[in-house]
């Protein structure tokens, strides 16, 4: 159980394999060891992307520090969620050590730390890491080589197109089919290359504006006008890695956090369960849900941390097509207690590449206007950019108010957390600046953890 590099006690670690299968040892350590400490309330918290153990541990004990202090006389205990996951090193994250790789000349190359990432991440793809590397270092000029780079990401994370993806990597349904299916391969890979290096230039604009157009490329490779459709290769690999983070994150929660908890309710039937997730964490814990065994209801609350999933996951019909509706409708009702969606209008992860990635496949219209607003109050909205929608009776708070207020007892709560979260460069944004006493506070007011 003890663990140096978290500072609260007690606290567990749990992990899960690629499939949701725990480690049955710290599994068995945590069943034991709620009961021995006389735990009553504890809170499960799920990473997003993190390339390694060692960031999601330091995520947690940065995020679980206040927390004792908040409620000193609660017997609260603690658990880290550690499933196989990656980020890319260029992204930095706030009150974190900025990685080697954000150090670097902006040039769409992938820096070594990315490249063990996906080494990690996807075993058995080393070959193809090697040639998509190769190629985003020499950056070939002709539009068949971008084909060809997307044909390669897309045997990276094992995307076939066209056609519904499994059901874990769907948000929203229609007759029992998947709708998000992304678009990242159902066209031209340079078109799409070109739309997120349009989508790049705009995040980066403030910063960068008074750069002018760059030099060529050091090197020897080939020189290009803003905006580089390589950057967009880049990011397309990027979005991919992610879309498949993203099927896994569903995976896990279903059939790995979910069983557990109901394992946790058959071992310590007075135990009360906060479930936490940032990112794809929000994701995998609102499929705990979908996972919990038939009856449980130590579940007390659910808390959404920039939720990288459709923010109409948990709606019974969608506004843009009735037949359809999301993956999770209903899930929130299998809560004792409200689920929280906590969302910022500074995640630019969320609020522009996000949906870029998600637009359904065989969707033609193009993104050269930039209307990223259009789409997102549309189809391909994420849960934290603008909170849950189309669930009847969600509530909405702007953060300051909902520290005061009494939550509901049930039901979706939306929190606009713009005040605290609002700090991260290109490409992500805020996405990652999560790290806020307040935010902890939210955990606590949701759960009723005094």
Known sequence: MANPAVSVTPYWELTFDADGDPDAGKRDRLLAGVTQHHVRDLIVFAHGWNNDRSGATRLYDQFFAPIPQLAPEAKVGYVGVVWPSMRFADEPIPDFPRAVAAEMPRRPVLDKDTRHALLETFPGRATVIDQIARMLDQQPREEGELEEFGRLVRLLVDIVPPGPQVLFAADTLCEGVPQDAPDMFSGST?????????????????????????????????????????????????????????????????????????????????????????SFGARLVSFALRGLPKGVRSVKSVTLLQGAF?????????????????????????????????????????????????????????????????????????????????????????????????????????????????????PAGAHSDIVHRELAQMVLAAGRIT
């Not at 002018?212 to 990027?238: I, K, Y």
């Not at 409708?329 to 409200?338: F, V, Y």
């Not at 009776?393 to 713009?418: E, F, I, M």
Request: hydrophobic share 40%; net charge neutral; charged share 20%.
């Open 190 to 278: 340079a078109t799409l290359c070109e739309e997120f290096a349009q989508a790049l230039t705009l995040l980066e604009a403030p910063d960068d504006a008074s750069d002018g157009a760059p030099d060529a490329v050091p090197g020897g490779a080939a020189s290009f006008s803003l905006p580089n459709p390589w950057d967009g290769a880049h990011e397309l690999l990027r979005q991919a890695t992610y879309y498949a983070m993203k099927r896994r994150a569903g995976t896990v929660g279903e059939r790995g956090l979910g069983r557990v908890v109901g394992q946790l309710a058959e071992r310590a039937p007075q135990l009360r369960v906060h479930l936490v997730g940032h």
């Open 310 to 426: 459709s923010h109409y996951a948990f709606a019974s019909r969608l506004p843009h097509d009735a037949r359809a509706g999301g993956v999770l409708e209903g899930q929130h009702n299998r809560i004792d207690g409200p689920l929280v969606c906590c969302y910022s209008r500074h995640d630019s992860a969320l609020s522009t590449m996000y949906p870029l990635a998600s637009r359904m496949a065989g969707d033609a219209r193009g993104v050269t206007s930039l209307d990223i607003g259009r789409m997102l109050g549309a189809k391909w909205g994420a849960m934290g950019h603008d909170g849950v929608q189309a669930v009847p009776g969600t509530k909405s708070y702007q953060l300051a108010d909902a520290l005061r207020a009494t939550l509901p007892a049930s039901g979706c709560v939306n929190v606009d957390t713009a005040t605290v979260v609002k700090r991260g460069g290109p």
